[in-house]
């Protein structure tokens, strides 16, 4: 008898709902090894390669390529290789229940796979064991209760990973599984004469393509080629063709382009930014003269840039005014003893904004390297969820295009945003002197249901006064 398995919209991030199903790299009833990539789920911000985890097959693939579904969405079934007949594939499809039931999206709403067989003769019945404390004010599901029984897991020692810290089934797993201890087997090759580390998708790109992975430069860990890889070398090797022909579009004709997911993503959070949060703004003009002095006085290329100095200056005024260093959840207000400050990115797919931890405890030098290698992989869809998700303030700079000064839209659930223009020459009052500067004007965005403007006001005088002060940073 076939050993059938949900195979369902996984979740990265605590903030992801909902994933496209891309591409499926598998077809159904071909068998599949460990480590081949089944499919291509795009979130908002990337796109992720889904591994096989052990061998078998796609029973039955329910969900469609290009399609939305929500966390824990039943896409497919798994068998772990043997026949399974269409009833016992029916039967399992039909007693899935979706994430939205309650029980999380991680598979709790499927029985657990050991649950006690019931008795059939009286006498019989096998005395159920007491059920594990739950410590008060612990949210657990039943489905997670049940296994921590079963496996005699303590429920306050697992650390719950789903909303406000809810404890699902695989929390209990994780945390009733061994240690991993290393097997010490001597001295051996990292890997086999000839042999390349390279994923299943590179493989079957690179012999599409008729290329030899031996001399592909790999970016992934140990030097394994990924798809990027590949593709790099196809596009180095493509012979240069003439530009497309501009299609010149028929008077009074509209050119319709759905959406992808990302924007269809952006459009829905800043939608209900703009409609649900009460923004506040906080103008404030500040003389740059000599922070671009500064700047001009370190050689090479890899002198920070204006948007590093301004992040580095808002992180430490998100010190000294840590109101404004907050995420709102309802009726919830976490403020952050760090600055984990998003700096928004343009890519071609959209906005992406990675995230610089801790900036208030990183050097300029740091923040600086650190925004070069976000940025890169941000355009190059390289960031992994944990980089883009969360976050305690936000920074957007159009300064690059020409923009003076604009007003930005709140980056839920965090609870402002600074948007920043370009330096312009503008007449300052210099002790009484009128001097033409560099000047900047930033805009401060705020939640009025968390940030008082009071709050908003200390905040743009700190990072004024170390903007103009740049010695300090």
């Not at 969900?63 to 039967?91: H, K, R």
């Not at 800043?270 to 500040?286: A, C, D, N």
């Amino acid at each position: 008898m076939a050993r059938l398995t949900p195979f369902t919209m996984p979740k990265w991030g605590i903030e992801m709902a909902e994933g496209t199903v891309a591409e499926w790299m598998v077809a159904e009833n071909a068998p599949f090894t460990r480590g081949t990539v089944l499919t291509l789920i795009e979130t908002d911000k990337i796109t992720n390669e889904v591994e096989a985890e052990r061998d078998g097959r796609f029973v039955r693939i329910v969900a469609q390529a290009g399609q939305t579904y929500p966390v824990g969405a039943l896409l497919a079934v798994l068998s772990d290789g043997d026949e399974a007949s269409a009833a016992e594939i029916d039967a399992l499809i039909a007693g899935f229940r979706p994430s939205d039931a309650g029980f999380g999206p991680d598979g709790d709403n499927v029985p657990p796979a050991h649950a006690p067989a019931t008795a059939d003769a009286p006498g019989d019945t096998p005395v159920a064991a007491a059920p594990p404390p739950v410590p008060e004010g612990l949210s657990v599901s039943p489905v997670a209760l049940a296994e921590a029984q079963r496996l005699g897991v303590d429920l306050a020692t697992v650390t719950g990973t789903g909303r406000k810290g809810r404890i699902f089934a695989q929390d209990v797993h994780q945390a009733a599984r061994p240690e991993a201890e290393p097997v010490l087997t001597g001295v051996f090759p990292a890997t086999r004469p000839g042999t390349v580390l390279s994923t299943p998708i590179a493989r079957r790109l690179a012999l599409l393509h008729d290329l030899d992975l031996a001399a592909i430069t790999g970016t992934g860990a140990r030097g394994k080629v990924r798809r990027d890889d590949v593709l790099a070398v196809v596009a180095q090797n493509a012979p240069a063709t003439a530009p497309p022909a501009v299609d010149v579009p028929v008077a009074g004709s509209v050119a319709i382009v759905p959406m992808s997911s990302m924007r269809r993503t952006i459009a829905r959070r800043l939608t209900e930014s703009k409609q649900q949060i009460p923004h506040f703004y906080i103008r404030r003009r500040v003389r740059a003269d000599r922070l671009l002095a500064l700047r001009a006085t370190m050689a090479g290329n890899n002198r920070p840039s204006v948007n590093d100095y301004i992040v580095r200056a808002a992180a430490l005024a998100l010190m000294e005014v840590p109101a404004l260093n907050v995420q709102v959840h309802g009726d919830a207000i976490h403020q952050f003893a760090a600055a984990d400050i998003s700096v928004a990115v343009a890519t071609e797919r959209g906005l992406v904004t990675p995230i610089v931890f801790g900036a208030d405890t990183l050097s300029l030098e740091q923040i600086s390297t650190t925004m070069a290698s976000l940025a890169q992989r941000a355009r190059s869809g390289k960031l992994t969820a944990e980089e883009f998700t969360g976050g305690s303030f936000s920074i957007s700079n159009l300064g690059g295009f020409g923009v003076e000064q604009f007003d930005a839209i709140i980056n839920p659930p965090q609870g402002a945003i600074l948007a920043v223009g370009t330096a312009r020459p503008e007449p300052v009052d210099d002790d009484g002197a009128i001097r033409i500067v560099p000047v900047l004007h930033l805009s401060l965005s705020c939640d009025h249901r968390a940030i008082d403007g009071a709050d908003g006001g200390r905040f743009m005088a700190a990072l004024a006064a170390l903007i103009e002060q740049p010695h300090l940073l």
